[in-house]
């Protein structure tokens, strides 16, 4: 089955600067990628998703990247805010898969 | 239009005592499931369902039963709850191969 590794655990930046947060998974079948962001005590929410016939997606200051050949994919934050502190979690899927296989999940802090 | 509906919201159970959580969601989604997150651990799958009438094993089955007798409720049950279940249980539903939408969550302690 899929397993998808997520690295690092924990991220501290400075307000202002960029995070990045890498996935790999070992199913080359995998063909949809998304990103949850976590806040403490509360529900893990989309936050941007890319499928396999794209390489980059962005939606404002969240970006997402995908290296098929490699199997691994990226999030990055740019211009990072105190509202961006959260857990965020990797996940993959293919089509012909039923469910998500989730990474472990990166503890993201700005620092003010 | 509520989305994925999870009660009770807390609870707190003796070891060997029963109980039963449940998932609605209004947006006639076909698959649902129950992870549980620990401290450390990430999401970990119990049990999904990718229609109404069916249900499956996840990755940490042991301890749990479900049921999906209608399209939009997924029930978890726990039949004598131990310590090692206290945990924080989230449901999630999603149309078809796209991103989920999870519950707002179940906290249980199990003493």
């Known amino acids: 089955g899929e397993n998808v590794e997520q690295h690092p655990s924990t991220l501290s930046v400075q307000e202002g600067d960029s995070a990045v947060i890498k996935c790999t998974y070992s199913d080359s079948a995998s063909n949809y990628f998304p990103w949850y962001k976590q806040e403490l005590g509360k529900r893990p929410q989309l936050i941007i998703d890319i499928r396999s016939n794209v390489g980059e997606k962005k939606d404002q200051r969240i970006a997402v990247t995908l290296n098929k050949t490699a199997k691994h994919f990226s999030l990055h934050i740019t211009e990072t805010q105190p509202e961006d502190s959260a857990v965020y979690f990797c996940?993959?899927?293919?089509?012909?898969?039923?469910?998500?296989?989730f990474g472990t999940g990166t503890r993201l802090t700005i620092i003010p | 239009n509520a989305g994925v509906t999870q009660t009770p919201k807390f609870r707190v159970l003796k070891t060997g005592q029963s109980m039963t959580l449940l998932c609605a969601q209004d947006m006639n989604h076909e698959y649902m499931y129950w992870y549980r997150q620990d401290p450390g651990m990430g999401l970990r799958l119990i049990h999904y369902?990718?229609?109404?009438?069916?249900?499956a094993k996840g990755e940490v089955p042991d301890g749990y039963n479900v049921s999906r007798l209608k399209k939009q409720n997924f029930l978890l049950g726990l039949e004598s709850a131990a310590p090692s279940q206290t945990s924080v249980y989230f449901c999630a539903s999603r149309p078809d191969v796209s991103g989920y939408t999870f519950g707002s969550g179940t906290r249980l302690t199990v003493v």
């Open positions: 996940a993959a899927s293919n089509f012909g898969n039923e469910k998500l296989t």
């Open positions: 369902s990718v229609g109404e009438g069916t249900t």
